[in-house]
C-alpha cells in the first residue's frame, strides 16, 4: 500500500514546527520528521511527537448538537445552521448586532480567523478577539507603540547569533523547547544567556545569570537595568539619535531606579542587575526573549514597553542577533491578531476606531457600512454576557469557561446567554454550555496557512478526513454566513488568502504556491517578494521612521500577599501540556508523565504548613480554592508558589485584575493561602 507523506505544521506552540504525517489507506499511521524545515531541522519536542494521539480520541466531536434538558442531541447540520441563524438574527433584531459578540482561534488557520472577523463585522458587531488577549496583547499594543510593529523582530535561527541571549518571562525549555535548540546551540558557541524568572526552570538552569526576581516586578528590573546602562555610557548614542525619540524622557525617568532601589522591589541583588545590565548593553548583539511571565500582568504592556526601550537605547535592533522577540504561546496566534480577530483591529492591524479602515473595508469587502471599534476584548466580553449586554456568543476553538480567570464567573456569564454557539473539536467545558456545538475537524484534517511567532506563514496541507461529519471551521464559516444571507462563497482556504493578499499589505505576496514550496516571513508586499526575516533595519514604520522609547513606571500588581492570603500565586505551563489541555489531556504519553494539578510549595514554606511533598492541599484565593497535590521545592521563593494552568481548577483561582490598555488578565500574581487537606 502506498504511503503519502503530507506536510503539515505542529498544532501547538507558536514556534511551529513541521513534520509529516503519513497516511495510508486514508488513515494517519505515523509521522516523518522534517529535517529540512528552517525552524525545527527535524526535530520536535514531546508535545509535537504526540499530536497524533489525540486525532481519533474517543471525545472528538462528530455531528452537530442541541441542548436537551441538562445533556445534548445530535441533529443535522440543517437543523443547526437553522437554530444559529435563528438565534442569532432574534438577538441582532431585539438589541442590535452589538448584543452579538464572537470569539475567534489561535489553533484555526489565517483564512479562518479571516472569516471569522468579517462574518462579525458584516453582521454589524465590533465585538471579535481572540485568545491573543490572554497571552500576547500587550505584546500587540507595546510593540506597535514603541516599534510599528507587533512582531518578533527577527527569525528564530538568528538566535544561535547572538552573544547575549536576555530571557525574561519565559521557560521556553518546557513551553518552546525547539526554540530552545536555538539558544543552547548559541550558548555552546560562547554567548551568554541571562535568565529572569520568578521560578527555577528547566530554562534558568542553562543561564549565566539568573535573576529570580518577585512577581510583578519586571518593570523594576528593567528599569533598573536601564539605569545602569545609562550612568554607565553603555548607550548607543549614534543609534538612539538616528532611530529614536522619547530618550531624554526615559533618562529622567529612570534616574532614581539605582540597583540598590530595585533590588529591594524585586528581590535580585544589585550585582546581579548590574551585571545583565552590562553584559546585555555591551555585547555586539544582544537579543530578548519573552513570553507570557512578561505580558499577564496588569502592567503588561508597560513591561513590553521597558522591553523595547533597553534594546532601543542600546541598538540591538536591526541586525542578525539581536531584537526583540516575543515567543507566542499557540501556533496560529500571530496569524489571528494579522488577521484582525482583535478587538481595535481590522486585518494588517488597521484600527478600528479609524474612518479610513472602515471606508477602506467597506468597499474592500462591497456592503455600505461596517462596525467601528474597538469592540469588547474577550474578557470584556464575558463581563457584558454576565451584565446582559451581550446575549448571544459565537466561540470557534476557545475554552474560555477553563482559560479565563475566575472561571466560575465565566460559566456564570455563558450560562445566563439567550444562545451560545461553540465550534470545537472535543466537548470542552465551554462547549458543555452552549446551546448548539459544531464539530470542528483538527489541524491535520483540513488545509491553510499559519504564521508562527517569527512572522513565518506556512501552509498545512490536508492528511486526513475528520471524523464523522465534522467539517472544518471554514466551511462551517461558510455555511453559517450563508445562512445568515451574507455572500460567504469561498471554496477553499486558497480563495481566502487570495482576498487577504488583496486587504492585507504585508500578505500581498503570500500565495498558496508559493506557500507550496517554502514558508515566507511578512511583510511580503509582492508576488515576487522573498519575505523580510529581520525587522527595522531601515528605521521603523512610525513617524519619523523613528520609534519610541516609551518611559514606564513601576506599579505594583494588582494583588498582594496580605495576612488572610499570605502567598503569591502564579501560574504557567509545563513541558508536556499546552494551554487549558484540551488536547494534550486526551494523548495518553503525555497524559501519563503529568496526569494531575499540582502546586509547587517551597520547602521552608511547606515545613510551616505542615505539608509532604504529595500531600493533598486545597489553594484559596478571594474567587474559589481548588484542590491540588503539593510539589516541594527550592525552585519557587518562600512566599511563591506556581500551579500549571493546563488543568481545570487553577483559573478558579486567579484575579481578573487586567492591562488597563491591552486588557489582558493578570494570570501571574494572585494572593492565595494554602491548607493540607484532611
Ligand atoms: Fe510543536 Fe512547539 Fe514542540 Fe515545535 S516546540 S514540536 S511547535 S509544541
Known sequence: MTKVLVPTVCPYCGAGCGFFVSVERGKAVGMEYMPGHPVSEGALCSKGNAALEFLRHQ???????RRRGE??????????LGLIARGLGDVIRRDGPGGVAFLASSKCTNEENYLIEKLARLLGTPHVDNCARLCHAPSVVGLNRTLGAAGMTNPIPDIASSRCIF??????????????????????DGAVVIVADPRETHTSWVADLFLQLTPGTDVALLSGMAHVIIKEGLIDGDYIARNTSGFEALRESVKDSSPERISEITGVSPDDIVRAARAYASSPASSILYSMGITQHSTGTDNVQAISNLA??????????TGVMPLRGQNNVQGACDMGALAEFYPGYRRADDPETIGYFSSAWGVPALPKGPGLTAAEMIGAAASGDIRAMYIVGEDPANSDPSSQNVHRALEGL???????????????????????AAWAEKEGSFTNTERRVQWSSKAIDPPGSALSDLETLCMVGRALGLEFAYPDAAS????INRTVPSYAGITRD??????????????DHPGTPILHSAGFKLAGGRASIVPVSYRPAAEGASWDYPFILTTGRVAVHHNAGSMTRRSPSLLRREPDLYVEINTADALRLRVADGDEVIV?????ETEAYARLTEGVKTGVVFMPFHFPGTNLLTTEATDPEARIPEFKVSACKIVRRD
Open 59 to 65: 471525545d472528538r466531536l462528530t455531528t452537530p448538537l
Open 71 to 80: 445533556g445534548f442531541a445530535r441533529i443535522s447540520w440543517e437543523e443547526a
Open 167 to 188: 530571557i525574561i518571562g519565559s521557560n521556553l525549555a518546557e513551553n518552546h523547547p525547539v526554540i530552545a535548540r536555538w539558544v543552547h546551540r548559541a550558548h555552546d
Open 312 to 321: 532601543l537605547i542600546t541598538g540591538h535592533l536591526g541586525r542578525p542577533g
Open 418 to 440: 439567550d444562545l451560545l454557539v461553540v465550534q470545537d473539536i472535543f466537548m470542552t467545558a465551554t462547549a458543555k454550555l452552549a446551546d448548539v456545538v459544531l464539530p470542528g
Open 496 to 499: 481566502v488568502l487570495e482576498e
Open 514 to 527: 508559493r506557500l507550496r514550496e517554502s514558508s515566507l516571513i511578512w511583510p511580503c508586499p509582492t508576488t
Open 620 to 624: 484559596t484565593t478571594p474567587r474559589g
